[in-house]
Nanobody
Framework: VQLVESGGGLVQPGGSLRLSCQAS????????MRWYRQAPGKEREWVAA????????NYADSVKGRFIISRDNAKNTVYLQMNNLKPEDTAVYYC?????????WGQGTQVTVSS
C-alpha cells in the first residue's frame, strides 16, 4: 500500500496550490479519502474528506470556502485545491485512506505560505 503526496511548496498569501495523492495497493474507490495537516508544534488536524460512494465532501471550518477536495477513481488519485492561502495554512499536508479497520497514511508534503 502506498499513498504519495505531491504539489506542496512555497506560495505567497492569497495564492493557490493543488495537492495530489496517488494511491496504490488497495481498492481506492472503496475508501473514504481525507486530507490532514500538521503545523509545527501543533497536533495533526483534519482538513477535508470525500466519500467513497457519491463523492460527498466535508471540510473543516478553517478551510471551508477556500479548499476543494476531489477524487478521480480512474487515476487512483485524490486532490486538494487550496485557494486564498493564508500563513496559518502553513503545515505538512497528509493524505489518508480509511475503510473499516484499514487506515493508511502518506508521507506528507510541505506547504509554506509566506511573503
Amino acid at each position: 500500500v502506498q499513498l504519495v503526496e505531491s504539489g506542496g511548496g512555497l506560495v505567497q498569501p492569497g495564492g493557490s496550490l493543488r495537492l495530489s495523492c496517488q494511491a496504490s495497493g488497495f481498492t481506492f474507490s472503496s475508501y473514504i479519502m481525507r486530507w490532514y495537516r500538521q503545523a509545527p508544534g501543533k497536533e495533526r488536524e483534519w482538513v477535508a474528506a470525500v466519500s467513497s460512494g457519491d463523492d460527498t465532501t466535508n471540510y473543516a471550518d478553517s478551510v471551508k470556502g477556500r479548499f476543494i477536495i476531489s477524487r478521480d477513481n480512474a487515476k487512483n488519485t485524490v486532490y486538494l485545491q487550496m485557494n486564498n492561502l493564508k500563513p496559518e495554512d502553513t503545515a505538512v499536508y497528509y493524505c489518508n485512506a480509511r475503510r473499516g479497520i484499514y487506515n493508511y497514511w502518506g508521507q506528507g508534503t510541505q506547504v509554506t505560505v509566506s511573503s
